[in-house]
């Protein structure tokens, strides 16, 4: 695939249809990803995938707590949209209003999709040691985004979310994730199922709103 192709093709998806992925695809997924550039080759990452019975059991727990009203509590502080800054926030704004008008303002399945972990097909959880600094967050993003793009370009479809990691505890114990680990990001992958809600696709600011070039 064109890279601009495989860039334009990764976008989140919110319902897999629940097939599992063969480990030599996640393997290689990892091992491209594992070529991201980080802070003296640092390479802070290290990477957690549920499948099978595993994931199975999360899924069915995160569901579980879900339901239950019990409130997130991620390694990352969930931080509010406010605190991200104007621009951010007139973006996730847009983003609201561009999604509310593509789901004709009906979110529940929308809602729905989060409690099941979107039904992917492998979860998978990237870790940075705890109390490292800002720059192996970078890293890790850099490492993310890597992931999905090598996930993209093998025809298998992700989304980033907060929602695999609000409860780390449960993670951690199905995956025996040291306590010295910040379990970061959970990324889904999978393969695209027809659920109308996966044809959005989210708007980008123009540049002009972003971008400065000087001679
Ligand atoms: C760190 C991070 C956390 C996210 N958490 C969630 C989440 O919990 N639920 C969700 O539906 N999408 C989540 N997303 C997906 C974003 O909403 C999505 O990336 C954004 O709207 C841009 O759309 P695209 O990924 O389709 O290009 C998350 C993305 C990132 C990078």
Known sequence: MEFSEVVRKRRSIRDFDERPIDKTILKAIVEEAQWAPSWVNSQPWKVYIATGETLKAIKKE????????????????????????????????????????????????????????????????????????EWAIMDMGGFEQTLMLSAANKGIDSIPAYEFVKYP???????????????????GLGYVSDNAMNGYRSPRAALDDMLVIKD
Do not use: W
């Open 62 to 133: 995160h569901l579980a707590k879900v339901q239950a009203g019990e409130n997130g509590y991620s390694d990352f502080k969930h931080a509010a949209r406010e605190s991200f800054g104007a621009y951010p926030l007139k973006n996730m704004q847009i983003l609201n209003a561009d999604l509310g008008a593509y789901l004709k303002n009906d979110f529940s399945e929308f809602s729905a999709a989060q409690g099941r972990l979107y039904r992917c097909g492998a979860a998978v959880y990237i870790t940075i040691p705890k109390g490292a600094p």
């Open 169 to 187: 505890d449960m993670v951690r114990r199905y995956l025996g994730i040291p306590e010295n680990e910040l379990v970061a990001i959970g990324v």
